[in-house]
């Protein structure tokens, strides 16, 4: 059985694409996973082993120490060692022996509202690739814009997580995910718009399960209150895993909002695939990638603006009927995570 290393700065459990892999994989690798600490509640998965990198101290002091922790890996002699990027992995390039062993992947480009710090993040990124002989990267539209070279492709994934049947007179829509840059608030000003132009005529409601940086929870829960929607729409904490499927239980709605910026149009939508695997139809705005997913057999295409939110949900009510639960699923059939992680990530590796 391969022996395989994988490095994230995120806490596993906490950036589904590892987690995954492991999940799906156990029985096929003998997978290590290295990552920070950050105090959060640890995740298990049989057969993998987890080692965990305190942070304590301040920046300078932390970085050395999860370098090292890197360095002293590479001396179990792993087959192969997937890294997810992080600033300053390119000294890892610096053991010579390994630096054949190492992917190097990408699975965001920088996502900042101001473009100056997009250029200096994206611009570290290219730099620091072209120290490894080998890449991945999650979209094309990521690998362009870091200017990859000899990369391979390794795709978002989504599991299924309920298979639903579409309720008349009564809907509840999902959102999942951050709510950091998001401008969610677009969607509870359009969501109250298409309920007063029905008035009473339907029960509908709407969920957003997810947290920010700073105080995005706590400003939309303000416009909540302010528009006493409290009895229709709900902010929940952040839910993973098997957390999540009793809120799919009662949905019939996905939510995909991105704002369609530059910076954001080239990410692939995680919710998006999650929400058409589990057979719901989806309100999605019309950037890059989610215009390559979305169509009329599986949801509508919206403006990242409270009329254009507002718009979609009237139009996707207005022909409720015609969503098939299996024909949304077989849709994105290639992009679960099972089918990533044989047809993908098995491929790399080898």
């Known amino acids: 059985m391969r022996k395989i290393l994988i490095i994230s700065q995120t806490q596993f459990g906490y950036l589904t694409d590892v987690y995954k892999y492991c999940e799906h994989l156990n029985k096929k690798l003998d997978i290590t996973v290295l990552c920070w600490d950050y105090n959060k509640k640890r995740m298990e998965i049989p057969n993998v082993k987890i080692n965990y990198v305190s942070r304590d101290g301040n920046l300078i002091k ?20 997937f890294m997810i990027y992080f600033y300053l992995c390119s000294l890892l390039a610096l053991r ?57 492709l390794l795709p978002l994934g989504a599991d299924i997580i309920k298979q639903i049947s579409l309720k008349k007179n009564s809907f509840n829509l999902l959102y999942v995910g951050t709510f950091a840059n ?35 929870r706590r400003e939309l829960q303000q416009i909540i209150n302010a528009e006493h929607l409290d009895d229709k729409v709900k902010l929940v904490g952040e839910k993973y895993g098997d957390e999540l499927t009793e809120y799919y239980n009662q949905c019939d709605i996905g ?65 409720i009927g015609k969503y ?24 790399i590796i080898d």
Do not use: M
Request: hydrophobic share 35%.
């Open 62 to 81: 932390r970085n050395i120490r999860f370098i090292k922790a890197c360095f002293n890996s590479f001396s179990l002699n792993y087959d192969r060692i």
């Open 96 to 152: 010579k022996k390994v630096r054949h062993s190492i992917i190097l992947d990408f699975r965001t480009a920088s996502v900042s509202k101001f473009k100056i710090v997009n250029f200096f993040w994206n611009t570290i990124s290219k730099i620091e690739a072209g120290f490894f002989l080998k890449k991945t990267a999650i979209s094309e539209g990521v690998a362009k814009i870091l200017k990859l070279r000899n990369y391979s």
């Open 182 to 216: 998001r401008d969610l608030e677009k969607t509870i000003y359009g969501f109250h718009e298409y309920c007063k132009s029905v008035q009473n005529d339907i029960n509908i409601s709407y969920t957003l399960i997810g947290s920010g940086w700073n105080n995005e």
């Open 255 to 319: 939510i995909s909002f991105i704002p369609i910026t530059s910076y954001f149009d080239h990410q692939p939508p995680t919710k998006t695939f999650e929400y058409l695997l589990s057979g719901l139809p989806v309100i999605a705005t019309a950037t890059h990638e989610n215009k390559k997913i979305i169509n009329k057999k599986n949801g509508v295409l919206i403006d990242d603006t409270i009329v254009g939110f507002k718009n979609g949900l009237q139009v996707l009510l207005n022909s």
């Open 324 to 347: 098939k639960t299996k024909e949304i699923q077989d849709g994105v059939k290639e992009n679960s995570w099972a089918y990533i992680c044989e047809k993908y990530f098995l491929s």
